[in-house]
């Protein structure tokens, strides 16, 4: 960012909510079938079709609006957005507007300055405010299939039309391009976390938005406002913002004058270029749905959806920091996803020892689920393994170094972490008779290397644990071997 400049950003998501079937009908929410297989009269737009609202809908709705901190409305209503595309065949999209499921939320995100390479340096809480979230339906899509250019055809698949979506409105409180990034990121996972949407951009299943205007620092004015679509990762959407925060501040220093417009981004030219301006832009013509009365929620239902939600990731970072003594980067790798968060506080309870737990999760087992492309529910060594793992460390049955390879081994087979250990023959004896009867043999076969020693020459302390270590074919806990040792020599 220039000297002298501001940018001011404001957010759009776009979320699926991950109903099996469609928000007004029965049809199947499925991705990958057939064009036009899922679609009924009501998706498909035909005269006299009636919309019902699924209740599965507004359930993920709300935990999805009580996730990101925003208040629900008794009562909200659905409206016709109208405007014509060959995807939408009834000609409008019911939507939510004067009266929209939930708003007025404040959400506390972490946010993080960083280096020119990306690289996280220092977090910070940033307080965004939430303006709404509304419920809506999604449009089908336009195909365009078939090469080369003469074998080119179109259709319209209607699959997708009717798919839940829930609309998330920010104000305009982004103030860099890594603050947008974080905000986006927090939501995708906060909507994973409930349940309320698989929210992938990959996949389409989460779509962004972001709104940039830039002013001279300490005006109180907006400047001419930039709609960014097309933006199909988090990082594309960071780089789009970038690229229009440098051309909207160069073009006003060359005292030339934006247009309020929508670009869209192509992230291999590395440039956001202009898809419509702003007197294209439609005039929707909203008027309440006809075929649906106000969505009513009772007070009730919403303290249902609050106590069926999981601690939010948030809160359970800071309890995984004061409760079990994590850092803040421990407590955000093991809060990464739900699962691996349960499956650490598992673990923890398992090894009675929260630190060593989250050691040996984070450091060797990740590196396995991650290699391996699984999740930690279907991790094959459970939390309980892991657990005994860490105490057989701790309880001294086994060295550290020892441990990385039963965990592996642990991980191929699927085997407990006794078996391995049993198997293996690497259990340490650490029983302090057994010990002992080796070091009476090997103090025996060494009567002058033990007058040495006790005439003084300490140097040979060493040698008679290496002896008993050989003894012992390396099982021996070597920090008994020593207290016995240092006991007996001493003697
Ligand atoms: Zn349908």
């Avoid at 000609?91 to 390479?117: C, H, K, N, W």
């Avoid at 409180?173 to 990959?202: C, I, P």
């Avoid at 004015?221 to 990762?233: A, D, H, I, P, W």
């Avoid at 409760?323 to 650490?344: I, M, N, P, Q, V």
Wanted: net charge negative.
């Amino acid at each position: 960012m220039k000297d002298g400049w501001e940018v001011v950003i404001g957010l759009e998501i776009h979320a699926q909510l991950s109903t099996e079937t469609k928000i007004f009908c029965g049809c199947s929410t499925h991705v990958g079938d057939e064009p036009n297989a899922n679609t009924c009269p009501v998706c498909l737009g035909l005269p006299g079709a009636l919309p019902v609202l699924n209740r599965r809908a507004v359930e993920l709705g709300a935990r999805a609006a009580l996730s990101l901190g925003l208040r629900i409305n008794e009562t909200s209503i659905f409206s016709r957005k109208n405007y014509f595309y060959p995807d939408l065949p009834k000609g409008y999209q019911i939507s939510q507007y004067d009266r929209p499921f939930s708003e007025r939320g404040v959400l506390e995100i972490m946010t993080a300055t960083r280096d020119e390479g990306g690289h996280a340096r220092e977090w910070r809480p940033l307080t965004v405010r939430v303006t709404r979230l509304h419920l809506e339906e999604d449009a089908g899509k336009n195909v365009h299939e078939g090469l080369p250019e003469t074998e080119r055809y179109s259709y319209v698949d209607l699959n997708r039309a009717g798919t839940p979506l829930a609309e998330i409105v920010t104000e305009p409180d982004f103030r860099t391009s890594w603050e947008a990034y974080d905000y986006v990121n927090h939501v995708r996972k906060a909507l994973q976390w409930v349940g309320a949407s698989d929210a992938d951009m990959e996949k389409g299943n989460l779509r962004c938005e972001a709104n940039v205007s830039v002013r001279r620092v300490g005006d109180e004015r907006f400047g001419t406002k930039v709609e960014l679509k097309n933006l199909n990762s988090v990082r594309f959407m960071q780089r789009a913002i970038e690229f229009e925060i440098e051309r909207q501040v160069n073009t006003l220093e060359a005292g030339g004058r934006l247009t309020q417009e929508t670009r869209l981004w192509d992230d291999r030219a590395g440039e956001t270029r202009v898809m419509r301006s702003k007197e294209e832009a439609h005039d929707y013509r909203y008027f309440p749905e006809p075929d649906l009365p106000p969505l009513t929620v009772s007070a009730e239902f919403i303290e249902g959806v609050r106590r069926s939600m999981p601690e939010l990731p948030d809160a359970r970072h800071r309890r995984f920091m004061e409760e079990y003594g994590l850092t803040f980067e421990d407590a955000s790798t093991l809060t990464r996803e739900l699962t691996l968060a349960d499956f650490y506080e598992r673990a923890a309870k398992a090894a009675a020892n929260p630190r060593g737990a989250a050691n040996w999760l984070k450091g060797e087992l990740l590196r396995e689920l991650d290699a391996a492309g699984v999740g930690a529910d279907a991790s094959p060594v459970s939390p309980e393994e892991l657990g005994a793992l860490v105490r057989a460390i701790d309880g001294g049955k086994i060295s550290g170094k020892q441990g990385k390879e039963v965990l592996v081994e642990m991980f191929s087979t699927g085997k407990g972490a006794a078996d391995v250990i049993e198997e293996r023959g690497l259990a340490q004896v650490s029983d302090a008779g057994e010990i002992e009867r080796i070091i009476g043999d090997v103090l025996a076969a060494n009567q002058q290397q033990v007058e040495h020693y006790r005439a003084g020459k300490e140097g040979l302390f060493g040698f008679f644990v290496g002896q008993v270590m050989k003894a012992s074919k390396g099982k021996a806990n070597p920090k008994v071997v020593n207290e016995l040792l240092k006991a007996k020599l001493s003697e």
